[in-house]
């Protein structure tokens, strides 16, 4: 559990360090591409493929209709520093970023689910 724990202080301190325009979101892909669509800051898209470079992100691993997945790879000189301040190191890392419609869907109404009696 405190390895669980340490992993994702270690994420949650890789990703607040990445400058504010540096957000990523997937808006996905056309229907039989290989490419998908990706929002790099304030209105900045980029088509991208399997093997393209982000920065400050990853290499894209897997492009698909509802996500792009994204990897980091550590150095050994990387994890060493890790090691060297008490945290758990990582080799590879993976970031499953939804396509941006499928992470706030809307509310629909509809009926309400009975009550409890």
Same mark, same amino acid.
């Given at each position: 559990?405190?390895?669980?724990?340490?992993?994702?202080?270690?994420?949650?301190?890789?990703?607040?360090?990445?400058?504010? @325009?540096? %957000?990523?979101?997937?808006w996905g892909k056309?229907?039989?591409?290989?490419?998908?669509? /990706?929002?790099?800051?304030? =209105?900045?898209?980029?088509?991208?493929?399997?093997?393209?470079?982000?920065?400050?992100w990853g290499r894209?691993?897997?492009?698909?209709?509802?996500?792009v997945v994204l990897?980091?790879?550590?150095?050994?000189? @990387?994890? %060493?520093?890790?090691?060297?301040?008490?945290?758990?190191?990582?080799?590879?890392?993976? /970031?499953?970023?939804?396509? =941006?419609?499928?992470?706030?869907?809307?509310?629909?109404?509809?009926?309400?689910?009975?009550?409890?009696?």
């Open positions: 559990m405190k390895a669980i724990a340490m992993a994702a202080a270690t994420v949650a301190g890789l990703l607040s360090a990445l400058p504010a @325009d540096a %957000q990523l979101r997937y056309e229907e039989g591409a290989a490419t998908g669509w /990706i929002e790099l800051g304030h =209105e900045k898209y980029h088509e991208v493929g399997v093997g393209t470079e982000i920065p400050s894209i691993k897997a492009v698909s209709d509802d996500r990897e980091i790879v550590r150095t050994e000189s @990387d994890n %060493q520093a890790v090691h060297e301040r008490g945290g758990l190191a990582y080799d590879i890392l993976e /970031i499953h970023v939804l396509r =941006e419609d499928l992470r706030y869907p809307r509310w629909q109404p509809g009926p309400s689910p009975p009550a409890d009696r």
